[in-house]
């Protein structure tokens, strides 16, 4: 009886610590996801306004058409939805653009990237989730948007994002590293992940994927964050994309950079695939990795792990016949910016393009899209001409010629007209000169090449800043001094000759004065000599960098780099015009008086409007496509206003 008892006792007390041991399994693998998520949440609160979007009241501005320079596409609710720097486009099922929301009048002023459909833990159906530069997140319901906006302005830079099955999301940034929402609550990832440059994310909670701008790539897991980079077999530091692909056999990570693919396996480098490729969009499908390239390309790499499969399977090229077509037209190549497969059907964006693959592997244009007014959006000079035709200048894509009458634009790039900094219509020679950063091209009325000047034709300098009209000929900003140009010849001057620096982004004519706004100051000159030299030393001026000079009245508007507009009295007394207008970069150039109003680009904060006399200003932000404001022009009652994220003009009494 006893031994039946103690039996009973023994098998009692084992069940016991069966039970015991599998509470303690469970009680373990619930405390590790807790702690997963409290280590996720333990990062540092930030400061996040999230509310619905209404679209301000736009005061009249009207775009200009520009390439839409897509970079994301993503499927929702039975459309297609590509976003750019210029807006979100929505597309029917067959390719035909329905609705464009334009950024500044539609959404908040910020280019758009990125893209994803998810319903996060304060939404009660899936949205449409797009990255912004500047604005935070954007979510839409096919009915209204809201924002997620961080107070903080670099955290508003969004450069990816990646939602998660919890209902979080995780947003990487240019400077303030890894971020998540949950909620309503925006807090820091890490510290581990503090202040690095996110370009890629990929992953989940329990095993995440970081690309970095210069790092390579980081592995969180477990509360762990491991690097791999060059000295791991990373092919380069630079990540670009990471796609991933799930099997039986457990995860294929392919990180792609600008030399290459790296297939990652159980945290280790694998092998390398695409070798010296600029992979720029992955897309990892059982058997094949697509890799799309930065010369705009799609190349299929045979991803099985047997023996040969580090080489490319085919090459597949994208649209080659619209890629030449780009190549002769617009100079350059499109990147790939995306890879996608929405059901069975692969799809690739470009800038301008959503390729769809078709059974043979050719790469097929299927957007149904028009022309544009412009070749490009980022525009750095503009001039309307006498007889009303438009000449637009870009940072990197030569110039437009805009018909007064309307109809196409002629373009001008060539391996002198590529960069145009200032563009000045010369009467009295009926002709048009353009300072380019390879020297000063002439152009006729009709927007012919006739002649570019360089320093073997007499300029200091290849690079022209700027240029104006200066005692029956013309005068040469450059950054190692100021060139004339009369029927004399081209002579010269520069520091050893008193001008207060060498490097001028700026000129200001009236009558025989001549200003030179310089990276150290104002140098007054008469008769081509040097008169007198205005610095942050000797005037009131609070910055030395000089962007731009216009007469007014009987005195000079300055813009500065990082000091605003300040108005120069006739004996060189400095004035600051406003506290608006102080602390703020005036662009080169970007600075204009018609008698009625002045205007003032700024970077990144908008337009600014002063009066007459430059002495009361205001800020325009709504119905800008971007904040940074690059070139400006008048005429007839019209104002124009370039910025690096296209074109828009308004009737001046709007302003």
């Given at each position: 009886?006893?031994?039946?008892?103690?039996?009973?006792?023994?098998?009692?007390?084992?069940?016991?610590?069966?039970?015991?041991?599998?509470?303690?399994?469970?009680?373990?693998?619930?405390?590790?996801?807790?702690?997963?998520?409290?280590?996720?949440?333990?990062?540092?609160?930030?400061?996040?306004?999230?509310?619905?979007?209404?679209?301000?009241?736009?005061?009249?501005?009207?775009?200009?058409?520009?390439?839409?320079?897509?970079?994301?596409?993503?499927?929702?609710?039975?459309?297609?939805?590509?976003?750019?720097?210029?807006?979100?486009?929505?597309?029917?099922?067959?390719?035909?653009?329905?609705?464009?929301?334009?950024?500044?009048?539609?959404?908040?002023?910020?280019?758009?990237?990125?893209?994803?459909?998810?319903?996060?833990?304060?939404?009660?159906?899936?949205?449409l989730l797009i990255a912004t530069g500047g604005e935070g997140v954007l979510a839409f319901d096919c009915k209204q948007f809201r924002q997620i906006r961080p107070a903080d302005a670099e955290s508003r830079r969004v450069t990816a994002i990646l939602p998660l099955p919890s209902g979080r999301l995780l947003i990487g940034t240019a400077k303030r590293g890894l971020l998540v929402y949950d909620g309503g609550v925006l807090r820091r990832f890490h510290t581990t992940t503090n202040d690095i440059f996110v370009s890629a994310l990929a992953g989940n909670e329990a095993e995440l994927w970081i690309g970095t701008l210069n790092s390579g790539v980081l592995h969180w897991r477990g509360g762990q964050l491991d690097a791999i980079d060059e000295s791991q077999g990373l092919p380069?530091?630079?990540?670009?994309?990471i796609a991933i692909h799930s099997t039986d056999q457990g995860d294929a990570v392919y990180v792609g950079t600008p030399a290459g693919v790296a297939e990652i396996r159980d945290g280790k480098v694998a092998?390398?695939?695409?070798?010296?490729?600029?992979?720029?969009?992955?897309?990892?499908?059982?058997?094949?990795?697509?890799?799309?390239?930065?010369?705009?390309?799609?190349?299929?790499?045979?991803s099985e792990p047997a023996s040969g499969g580090n080489l490319p399977r085919r090459p597949i090229a994208a649209h080659l016949e619209r890629i030449a077509q780009l190549r002769q037209s617009a100079g350059t190549d499109a990147p790939i910016q995306q890879l996608l497969q929405i059901g069975t059907t692969r799809y690739a964006v470009s800038r301008d393009q959503l390729l769809r693959q078709e059974p043979d592997g050719?790469?097929?244009?299927?957007?149904?899209?028009?022309?544009?007014?412009?070749?490009?959006?980022?525009?750095?000079?503009?001039?309307?001409?006498?007889?009303?035709?438009?000449?637009?200048?870009?940072?990197?894509?030569?110039?437009?010629?805009?018909?007064?009458?309307?109809?196409p634009a002629l373009h001008v790039e060539n391996d002198q007209v590529f960069c145009v900094n200032r563009i000045l219509e010369n009467?009295?020679?009926?002709?048009?000169?353009?300072?380019?950063?390879?020297?000063?091209?002439?152009?006729?009325?009709?927007?012919?090449?006739?002649?570019v000047l360089t320093k073997e034709s007499g300029l200091i300098a290849n690079h022209v800043t700027d240029v104006e009209l200066y005692r029956g000929g013309m005068v040469a900003g450059t950054p190692a001094g100021i060139t004339f140009l009369d029927s004399s010849g081209a002579h010269s001057i520069y520091a050893f000759q008193g001008l207060v620096n060498n490097h001028v982004y700026a000129l200001g004519v009236r009558?025989?004065?001549?200003?030179?706004?310089?990276?150290?100051?104002?140098?007054?000159?008469?008769?081509?000599?040097?008169?007198r030299n205005l610095t942050t030393a000797n005037s009131g001026l609070k910055a030395n960098w000089i962007t731009a000079l216009i007469p007014a009245g009987d005195?000079?508007?300055?813009?500065?780099?990082?000091?605003?507009?300040?108005?120069?009295?006739?004996?060189?007394?400095?004035?600051?015009?406003?506290?608006?207008?102080?602390?703020?970069?005036?662009?080169?150039?970007?600075?204009?008086?018609?008698?009625?109003?002045?205007?003032?680009?700024?970077?990144?904060?908008?337009?600014?409007?002063?009066?007459?006399?430059?002495?009361?200003?205001?800020?325009?932000?709504?119905?800008?496509?971007?904040?940074?404001?690059?070139?400006?022009?008048?005429?007839?009652?019209?104002?124009?206003?370039?910025?690096?994220?296209?074109?828009?003009?308004?009737?001046?009494?709007?302003?």
């Open positions: 009886m006893k031994l039946r008892q103690r039996a009973a006792a023994v098998l009692g007390i084992a069940t016991v610590l069966l039970c015991l041991v599998g509470a303690g399994a469970i009680w373990k693998a619930e405390h590790a996801l807790r702690g997963s998520e409290r280590t996720i949440a333990s990062g540092e609160n930030l400061e996040v306004s999230v509310g619905t979007l209404s679209a301000a009241s736009n005061p009249g501005f009207e775009a200009f058409s520009t390439p839409s320079g897509f970079r994301g596409a993503q499927a929702f609710e039975g459309k297609l939805y590509l976003s750019g720097p210029g807006g979100l486009f929505v597309y029917t099922s067959n390719g035909v653009l329905g609705r464009v929301y334009r950024v500044g009048q539609d959404l908040p002023t910020a280019p758009l990237g990125q893209m994803a459909v998810a319903t996060l833990s304060d939404s009660h159906s899936p949205e380069d530091v630079r990540v670009e994309s092998r390398s695939l695409a070798r010296g490729r600029y992979a720029r969009a992955l897309l990892a499908l059982p058997g094949e990795l697509l890799v799309g390239q930065m010369e705009g390309t799609v190349l299929s790499v045979n050719a790469w097929q244009d299927v957007l149904a899209g028009g022309g544009t007014q412009l070749t490009d959006g980022n525009v750095s000079s503009l001039m309307v001409a006498s007889d009303g035709r438009l000449w637009v200048g870009y940072f990197d894509r030569g110039l437009d010629v805009l018909p007064a009458t309307g109809g009467g009295p020679q009926n002709a048009v000169a353009v300072a380019t950063a390879n020297g000063l091209a002439l152009f006729d009325r009709d927007g012919r090449q006739k002649q009558d025989g004065e001549l200003l030179a706004g310089t990276l150290g100051g104002i140098s007054l000159l008469k008769d081509g000599a040097v008169e005195g000079w508007l300055v813009g500065t780099y990082g000091a605003g507009v300040w108005r120069m009295d006739a004996d060189g007394t400095m004035h600051d015009m406003g506290a608006e207008s102080s602390t703020t970069v005036i662009n080169p150039g970007a600075l204009l008086s018609d008698g009625r109003l002045v205007l003032a680009g700024t970077l990144g904060r908008g337009l600014l409007i002063g009066d007459a006399t430059g002495t009361r200003w205001r800020t325009v932000t709504v119905g800008l496509p971007s904040l940074n404001v690059t070139a400006l022009a008048v005429r007839q009652g019209t104002v124009y206003v370039g910025t690096d994220n296209g074109l828009v003009k308004i009737a001046e009494e709007k302003l």
